[in-house]
Nanobody, 127 residues
Framework: QVQLVESGGGLVQAGGSLRLSCSAS????????MGWFRRAPGNEREFVAA????????YYADSVKGRFTISRDNAKKSVYLQMNSLKPEDTAAYYC????????????????????WGQGTQVTVSS
């Protein structure tokens, strides 16, 4: 019912920036959460950032706090991840995810909270 498509990944040198986009199609609700997760080869999928669809509250993994910014444009049904000061350890496939709930009352850090997933976009940071 909801499809998510990521874009904006690519190759960048350490210290550089990228902006990932996630566009949603189909019906979404005002109380849907949107988040970003990432998975590097050999690693488990890890939480990166989340934003409430209506309130704009945001949460970040400690590893990206201060460098990444999640935002949304509800009119465009899109979510963005601005990534600055990129490090080689940020190299991963990044996935957009959506779920319904109140961000303050669910485990927004857990992948199981999210029902809809994009196919991912690769981010590679060279040193």
């Amino acid at each position: 019912q909801v499809q998510l498509v990521e874009s904006g990944g690519g190759l960048v040198q350490a210290g550089g920036s990228l902006r990932l986009s996630c566009s949603a199609s189909g019906r979404t609700f005002s109380n849907y959460l949107m988040g970003w997760f990432r998975r590097a080869p050999g690693n488990e999928r890890e939480f990166v950032a989340a934003v409430s669809w209506t309130g704009g509250n945001t949460y970040y993994a400690d590893s990206v706090k201060g460098r990444f910014t999640i935002s949304r444009d509800n009119a465009k049904k899109s979510v963005y991840l601005q990534m600055n000061s990129l490090k080689p350890e940020d190299t991963a496939a990044y996935y957009c995810a959506g779920g319904r709930g109140s961000i303050g009352y669910v485990d927004k850090f857990s992948a199981s909270t999210y029902d809809y997933w994009g196919q991912g976009t690769q981010v590679t940071v060279s040193s």
